[in-house]
């Protein structure tokens, strides 16, 4: 839709009414006006925008208005999807897609969790569902809440208690892999809360991915010889002068 077209769908609507996990915008005429009209409505959804050709000031005043990012045509539908990630990363503020709980790593990418480096095989609604009580980390997140983070731009009519059930099947999933660890704790009248145990330290993820490189033999390539770099004599003899203003 053209840029009309737009005020008038936004017409009234504030972040409440329009509730998207992103925005992306095209050739509406005008991308900086339509940027801003967005943020002054409060849409808080992030705005990628997509532009025919390459230019400093445009893209500049695009980001300055509020938009999140600014993508010269073509482009894939990955690279969209990995920028987005980044994206809603930063507003958690999240250094990555790996949110470490405890003995358990849920990944915001689409991965399969892991327990101690062991992946644990979710379906895809156990896995969008635990993604956004790891986004929640330690905070009561309500059913309404993930019922519309996972079913709400879907166009489904799931039943009424489906995310119970989801809940109890991630809930004997992580219990199984974990031996017992409880992570998923229902707070009565409020949702749900995701927390590691008290016993269950977090792996050293740095030390897990050397040992799986080791396992897979990366590390027993051949090694390289170290050739040093050579230094032109005469950058070795030049003196070293004090520039003074």
């Known amino acids: ?21 992103a925005i992306i915008i095209g050739d509406v005429g005008d991308t900086e006006a339509c940027v801003a009209m967005l943020r002054a409505r409060n849409v808080t959804a992030a705005i990628i925008c997509l532009i025919e050709r390459r230019c400093a000031n445009t893209t500049a005043g695009i980001l300055r208005a509020g938009a999140d990012d600014v993508l010269v045509k073509p482009v894939i539908s990955t690279e969209i999807r990995a920028r987005l990630e980044a994206i809603r990363r930063r507003s958690y503020g999240l250094t990555s897609n790996a949110v470490t709980v405890g003995r358990l790593t849920v990944f915001l990418d689409g991965r399969d969790p892991e327990v101690d480096g062991e992946r644990l095989r979710l379906s895809q609604r156990e896995h969008a569902i635990l993604s956004v009580l790891a986004l929640n980390h330690r905070r009561v997140v309500s059913k309404e809440h993930i019922y519309e983070e996972v079913y709400g731009l879907s166009g489904s009519d799931p039943l009424d208690k489906v995310i119970d059930v989801y809940i109890c099947k ?4 992580i219990d199984t892999a974990t031996g017992g660890g409880r992570y998923i704790e229902t707070v009565y009248g409020r949702g749900y809360k995701f927390e590691a145990p008290p016993d269950h330290v977090a792996p050293d993820r740095a030390q897990l991915m050397l040992d799986r490189w080791s396992n897979a033999g990366a590390l027993a390539a051949p090694r390289v010889p170290f050739i040093p770099p050579v230094v032109p004599r005469a950058a070795v003899r030049a003196p070293i002068r004090a520039v003074g203003r």
């Open 1 to 21: 839709m053209d840029l009309n077209g737009l005020r008038d769908l936004v017409g009234g609507n504030g972040s409440v009414d329009i509730a998207h996990d």
């Open 170 to 173: 991630l809930r004997k999933k």
